[in-house]
């Protein structure tokens, strides 16, 4: 009996369905073509480019890494660690903040004739790939890492045989390396933050070029603040160092 007879529409035949007929050569199983898979070399060149493309990102919108050429940050930061910035929250318009740990490009003369490390051979070729990427940083980098002690608009003392002040309260400062004092070595009396710029102290007062260093060279000793690449969050490497780098509560209260 057919459709027509018995009034019921045909149906259409699945995988489970109406068996195949001899009479109906049309509706037969096509056999499905399987496609082998590619060898793996001929994947790997389109791993590798997205992994670059991926990480040149992470690193020019996200996040970069940066090694500690000094101990102007001890003990909060040693000489070789590695620190991880944040660039990722400045595209929000976010501004740094007072008591913030921020890396920046040099704003004239800070780091004078200093020469950048001199290396060679494969594992300079290997440490520049890495650093390209974002993954190490460079050897030829020549930024500087500072803590900010008071933003546009503030008011800094900084005297010798007293705490630094910020718009009159002054500041509680565990983080300075022990032995060294606040403001004794470089005292530069009162200044007035202009709008736009920062004023940056190392940790380890007695042996950082900050903002006292530089007062009376063009800018101020002022770091604009279009030059700060980002803020270090996080002591990444070696892992016995790994750490945060909060905002120390003493700023809490400017």
């Known amino acids: 009996m057919t459709a027509g007879e018995n009034g019921r529409p045909d149906a259409l035949g699945t995988d489970e369905g109406t068996p195949e007929t ?6 037969r199983k096509r056999p499905r073509t399987v496609r082998a898979p590619r060898p793996w070399w001929q994947e790997l060149p389109v791993l ?16 970069q890494a940066f090694s500690i050429p000094s101990g102007s940050m001890q003990n909060t ?19 740094p903040q007072r008591g913030e740990v921020v890396v920046f490009r040099d704003p004239g003369g800070w780091l004078g004739d200093q020469p950048p490390q001199e290396t060679s051979g494969v594992r300079h070729a290997i440490t520049e790939a890495l650093a390209f ?36 309260t002054p500041l509680d400062e565990p983080y300075i390396y022990p032995g060294a004092t606040p403001c004794d070595d470089l ?24 903002s006292r260093a530089h007062v009376r060279q063009e800018g101020g000793g002022f770091v604009p603040v ?15 160092r790994w750490s945060t780098l ?9």
């Not at 990427?133 to 546009?152: C, H, N, T, Y």
């Open 22 to 27: 001899p009479d109906a050569p049309g509706r």
């Open 48 to 63: 590798i480019i997205v992994a670059l493309v991926m990480a040149l990102g992470i690193k020019t919108f996200f996040v």
């Open 77 to 95: 930061l040693q000489v070789g660690d590695r620190v991880l910035v944040d660039k990722f929250t400045p595209w929000f318009g976010a501004q």
């Open 133 to 168: 990427v974002g993954v190490m940083p460079s050897a030829d980098e020549q930024d500087l890492i500072k803590r900010v002690i008071a933003v546009g608009g503030d008011t800094v003392e900084c005297e010798r045989g007293k705490p630094v002040t910020v718009n009159g």
């Open 187 to 210: 005292p530069v009396g009162t200044v007035k933050v202009p709008e736009g710029r920062l004023w940056v102290m190392g940790d380890h007062r007695d042996a950082s070029q900050d």
């Open 226 to 240: 279009d030059d700060v690449i980002g803020r270090a969050f996080v002591v990444a490497w070696p892992v016995p």
């Open 246 to 254: 909060p905002v120390p509560p003493a700023f809490d209260r400017l």
